[in-house]
């Protein structure tokens, strides 16, 4: 029902999921962005959270326009994001230390996509 109010009226759902990796027990809860299409719905998250606090290294999940225009949005705020942190991430990331659905599924572009 979200999904098609959303796409109705043309919104923009941002999900801040910086937490849904964490769980103690069971499965993680459904996320939004599997609600819906790439398009209108929009996911952030971050390895802080689930590699090692502290990395600040983080991640979006959207359509390919909205992520080049968030890019440019980046370049004009500051210089560059933490290499370092990044180039650990991203090895970690592709050693198989941590599998996001969201990094290796066919919506997103993949583990490319955050290096």
């Known amino acids: 029902m979200l999904a098609e109010i959303v796409k ?3 919104l923009l759902v941002i999900e801040d ?14 996320s939004l962005y599997g609600l819906g299409e790439t ?3 929009m996911y952030l998250s971050s390895f802080s959270k689930t590699i090692a606090p ?3 290294v983080a991640y ?3 359509d390919r326009e909205i992520i080049k225009k968030l890019a440019l949005v ?10 370092l942190g990044q180039c650990l991430v991203y090895e970690y990331v592709r ?8 990094l290796f ?8 996509g955050i290096a």
């Open 8 to 10: 109705e009226h043309n």
């Open 17 to 30: 999921n910086a937490y849904g990796e964490l769980v103690f027990e069971g499965l993680s809860h459904p």
């Open 39 to 41: 398009g209108n719905f």
């Open 54 to 56: 502290g990395l600040r």
């Open 60 to 62: 979006i999940v959207a």
């Open 74 to 83: 980046k370049q004009g705020t500051d210089l560059q994001t933490n290499t």
């Open 95 to 102: 050693s198989g230390g941590i599998v996001n659905i969201y």
């Open 105 to 112: 599924s066919e919506k997103p572009t993949g583990i490319e």
